[in-house]
């Protein structure tokens, strides 16, 4: 189970992790639309890490966010 805390972005927003094609995985904010890179894997066991590494790179605040005029 992956643990994501508030938006680091907006701080109100909940985190989701979210599947890109079975391909990749990033976390987005479901408030502001803030989101991680995406983490890419090949198999079930690089997803579990790719998840892992989504969730911590989010839980440390770094996001892209699209701010109006950007």
């Not at 990749?24 to 408030?31: A, G, H, K």
Request: net charge negative; hydrophobic share 30%; glycine share 10%.
């Amino acid at each position: 189970m992956v643990r994501l805390e508030d938006c680091p972005a907006c701080r109100e927003g909940v985190g989701s992790l979210e599947h890109e094609g079975g391909w990749c995985v990033y976390v987005e904010c479901l408030q502001c639309g803030a989101h991680t890179a995406h983490f890419p894997y090949q198999n079930d066991a690089e997803r579990e890490q790719a998840e892992q590494n989504a969730a911590r790179t989010w839980n440390m605040g770094k996001v892209i966010r699209q701010d109006p005029g950007e």
